[in-house]
């Protein structure tokens, strides 16, 4: 059974860092990736990863988020810095398995940005 378990989330000030985690299981994962729906909003991209290390982010976070993996470990990690209040949101998790290309999301994680 596929599993992704998040964690890391919470509230900081604008400017300050986060770090978020995601610990897959259940399968191999081809790409893995942090989206992230604001109140009202619909779910948009973050940042995502494949198992070779390339990356993709969304401009609106370009030069303040890093995303990176472990393979070994089948975890993925966002480093949010400078965070900024239109940065608040739930983050999620995804993954997708490589062998039948199916899509896994986790519970979501908290991140609000206010002073």
């Known amino acids: 059974q596929v599993q992704l378990v998040e964690s890391g989330g919470g509230l900081v000030q604008p400017g300050g860092s986060l770090r978020l985690s995601c610990v897959a299981s259940g399968s191999i994962f081809r790409t893995m990736g942090w989206y992230r729906q604001a109140p009202g909003k619909q779910r948009e991209l973050v940042a995502r990863i494949s198992s070779g290390g390339i990356t993709e982010y969304a401009d609106s976070v370009a030069g303040r988020f890093t995303i990176s993996r472990d393979n070994a470990k089948q975890t993925v990690t966002l480093q949010m810095n400078t965070l900024k209040p239109e940065d608040t949101a739930v983050y999620y998790c995804?993954?997708?398995?490589?062998?039948?290309?199916?899509?896994?999301w986790g519970q979501g994680t908290q991140v609000t940005v206010s002073s």
């Open positions: 995804n993954a997708r398995t490589a062998v039948n290309d199916d899509l896994y």
